[in-house]
């Protein structure tokens, strides 16, 4: 038996030709007004900020357990230092902005220093 499909919008099982992806028009109009609203357009701006951020620490980092770099050289990179996931504020009161799994903390004089989460 073939797999069922089921409308992208409204999850109603399709009958008839196997490229259907949505029962209607009504459907197909209610799918792409959703996708493309103001919010999930928001929402996929600062994910992809997010992304970049994640990269330009990755790609630094590389195979390093920590690593200086100046702050030239993150805003160079290309890093947006108003878009981090969560903060990370250690024993001696010092706050790790993190983007994900990469952090960096701020160690003054323009120096910042890039971190791997310890639960990787
Ligand atoms: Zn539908």
């Known amino acids: 038996m073939a797999e069922e499909k089921v409308c992208l919008d409204c999850g109603a099982p399709i009958r008839g030709r196997s490229d259907k992806r949505f029962c209607d028009d009504a459907c197909r109009n209610s799918y792409n007004n959703r996708i493309n609203s103001t919010s999930s357009i928001f929402i996929r701006k600062v994910n992809s900020t997010l992304r970049k951020n994640r990269r330009i620490l990755e790609e630094l980092l590389g195979t390093e357990k920590t690593i200086k770099v100046s702050r030239e050289h993150l805003l160079r990179k290309g890093l ?40 990787n």
């Open 80 to 119: 947006n230092f108003d878009y981090f996931t969560n903060q990370i504020v250690n024993v001696k009161g010092q706050v790790y902005y993190f983007v994900y799994e990469y952090g960096y903390l701020d160690l003054e004089e323009n120096t910042f220093l890039i971190v791997r989460h310890k639960g």
